[in-house]
């Protein structure tokens, strides 16, 4: 099994439920450990950081408008949708499953939504659980015939890719458009947090960072596991603190060009964090997370040693599905409408964006923070080919290029780590 932090084929010891490699060592003993790793092909999301440095001073020098706070702050709110997607098709993708029908599957959710709320009156909070709801029937449904039925995911979900088109259709009508009436929803993409809320943030971050890792380290140590040095867990809480006030010093600018001000962190930012903190918490620590990686990695072994493979391919659908309904409510309130056409472009973005990052597409290996900052890498492009006026072709082109690139990445490295083709 290729992820470092599982052992989910073995879930009988208490160190199997731990997080983490436990290298012995200090500092100078795990950047060599990491360099190891590194050329036996486990490169994680170095390359996609890589892309992020480079397109930061491609379109620096290109645009002036482009490092900005108006634009990064922009360039975060148009991720966000992304993102989420990125992050539900982790679930799936860890196992060496695909889900083409995540976008549309939000597109319809949230076309169910306006529909019930704007023309029927259903309340908003209601008709916002149906739609949810809608989404966790679907995620069941995908399961049910790959885990159940055994029916490739590919077929599956691209047969629900062409059938809830036609189902968002029926419920908007060709060439309807619903606006969203929902001033609390519409803030989610288009309010920012007060100046001082920011900073507040951080320190939340920051806390809940610092508890996680040292309570990491004291199951290890009760376990009888070694702990890494303890200077990297300050170096990491170092580095949030540096980067993090940074990126906030720099949103509670005012980057309004009018009278009056327009600063603060936007409210998608802390939202998609928090996803982004729950599903990571599910991955690391529990065990449907490491028998998620564990199946990924060899699923007949997983089946050997117990782990219900079927039940966790049926809820990991689930979670992709519930998430792509986040990322459509994402995209819906970021434009205050909703059409037929909703969530139908953005799945392989979404796919893009987990590859980019460094999600393997054969399974096993991959974290939600790859999926988010691939989507990263896959925003600054459209948002940098877009100050720079260039046609949506090139957009496309590029944004192909970067995942057969990305996905070379991937297969040159599982083969350099000694995993076979599948």
């Excluded at 599910?282 to 490491?290: S, V």
């Excluded at 995209?331 to 205050?336: E, F, G, H, L, V």
């Amino acid at each position: 099994m290729s992820a470092p932090k599982t052992s989910g084929s073995s879930s009988g010891s208490s160190s199997s439920d731990l997080i983490g490699s436990g290298l012995e060592g200090g500092v100078r003993d795990q950047f060599a450990a990491w360099l190891q790793r590194l050329r036996g092909g486990e490169m994680g999301a170095l390359p996609a950081i890589g892309g992020l440095i480079v397109l930061t001073a491609l379109f620096t020098s290109l645009s002036p408008y482009f490092l900005t706070a108006g634009n990064f702050a922009n360039l975060l709110n148009q991720a966000a949708s992304l993102v989420m997607l990125g992050m539900a098709l982790v679930f799936v993708l860890l196992l060496g499953e695909i889900d083409l029908s995540a976008g549309v599957t939000g597109g319809v959710a949230m076309a169910i939504f306006v529909v019930l709320n704007d023309k029927f009156g259903v309340n908003w909070i209601l008709a916002l659980v149906i739609g949810f709801g809608f989404g966790i029937v679907t995620g069941a449904l995908i399961g049910f015939f790959v885990a159940r039925v055994g029916i490739p995911s590919f077929v599956v979900t691209l047969g629900l890719f062409l059938g809830y088109q036609g189902l968002a259709l029926l419920i908007i009508g060709a060439g309807g458009l619903y606006q969203i009436q929902v001033p609390e929803l519409i803030a989610i993409q288009n309010s920012n947090l007060p100046v001082w809320a920011g900073w507040v943030m951080l320190a939340i971050i920051l806390i809940v960072s610092a508890a996680t890792s040292f309570w990491d380290r004291i199951q290890r140590s009760r376990a009888g596991v070694p702990n890494r040095t303890l200077t990297l867990v300050w170096l990491k809480l170092g580095a949030i603190v540096v980067l993090g006030g940074l990126v906030i010093g720099v949103l509670n600018l005012d980057r309004s060009q009018s009278i009056l001000p327009v600063q603060g962190v936007p409210i998608i930012v802390p939202v998609v964090l928090v996803i982004l903190w729950i599903g990571t918490f599910i991955l690391d620590r529990t065990k449907f997370g490491r028998y998620i990686y564990a199946i990924g990695g060899n699923a007949e072994a997983a089946r050997r040693s117990g782990v219900k493979v079927r039940w966790v391919k049926w809820w990991a659908f689930v979670a992709c599905s519930t998430l792509a309904v986040l990322s459509g409510l994402f995209s819906a309130a970021r434009i205050a409408s909703v059409d037929a056409a909703a969530g139908r472009d953005i799945v392989l973005s979404g796919v893009a964006a987990a590859v980019v990052g460094g999600v393997s597409l054969f399974g096993g290996r991959g974290r939600l923070m790859h999926a988010a900052i691939g989507a990263l890498v896959i925003a600054m492009i459209t948002n940098g080919l877009g100050l720079l006026r260039l046609p949506a072709g090139i957009n496309l082109l590029v944004t192909g290029g970067v995942l057969i690139l990305a996905a070379t990445v991937d297969a040159v490295s599982r083969l350099r780590s000694g995993g076979g083709r599948t």
